[in-house]
């Protein structure tokens, strides 16, 4: 399967800062996704991430909270924007490689805000 | 959209006793369920999925069930070990034309004491 490679794996932020979050890929991948897992909780999707096109945000997230940009079909950034203590939680890239496979998860970002 | 139920929060069993964990989902167009593994502060980790076309699937020690009809998926652990112990999501999704988006249950803490 494929290698996912997040960067960073954790951060401590101060409120009102931004933080871009990296995902990297080995090979050509069909999908990416990015989701989120508050403390205890399970995973939300955020977003899929298009290649070469605005993401698709899911009900209560938003562009300008969460940008997103895929350039190319192994490499995708999310961006948290003017982060409060409320946006502190594990944020995950996930990709689908190919049509009928699996979706395989990154180790994902811990991110906490001061 | 799509809504997954998962039962229970928590579960203890005794090393080499079964484990059977259950969500219901509510769209009926989706057609593909796996189910993740995720240990403490590590990925979740795809142990073994379905799609709606076979009703059962095995692997080792691990069976995933399907009821279309009444919508929900099973997923049963034979002959527990200490090294089960985590937590595990079921999810659902709509392959082809669904966009592979996973909409996840809430999540079971497995417990495997010896």
């Known amino acids: 399967s494929a290698v996912i490679s997040q960067k960073p794996s954790r951060d401590i932020c101060q409120r009102g800062t931004s933080l871009t979050i990296q995902c990297q890929v080995d090979s050509q991948v069909t999908m990416m996704f990015w989701y989120r897992q508050q403390p205890g909780q399970s995973l939300t999707l955020i977003a899929t991430a298009n290649q070469g096109s605005e993401a698709t945000y899911e009900s209560g997230f938003v562009i300008d909270k969460f940008p997103i940009s895929r350039p190319n079909l192994t490499f995708s950034t999310l961006t948290v924007s003017n982060m409060s203590p409320e946006d502190s939680s594990i944020y995950l890239c996930s990709v689908v490689p190919g049509n009928n496979q699996p979706q395989h998860f990154g180790d994902g970002t811990r991110l906490s805000i001061l | 959209g799509e809504n997954v139920e998962q039962h229970p929060s928590t579960l203890s069993v005794q090393e080499g006793d079964s484990a059977v964990i259950k969500c219901t989902y509510s769209?009926?167009?989706?057609?593909?369920f796996p189910w993740y593994k995720q240990e403490l502060g590590k990925r979740p980790q795809l142990i073994i999925d379905i799609r709606s076309n076979v009703g059962e699937k095995k692997d080792q020690r691990i069976a995933v069930t399907l009821n279309k009809t009444a919508k929900h998926f099973s997923l049963h652990i034979t002959e527990t070990q200490p090294e089960d112990s985590a937590v595990y999501f079921c999810?659902?999704?709509?392959?082809?034309?669904?966009?592979?988006?996973?909409?996840f249950g809430t999540g079971t803490q497995l417990k495997v004491e010896l």
């Open positions: 999810a659902a999704s709509q392959e082809k034309g669904g966009g592979n988006k996973l909409t």
């Open positions: 769209d009926s167009a989706s057609n593909y």
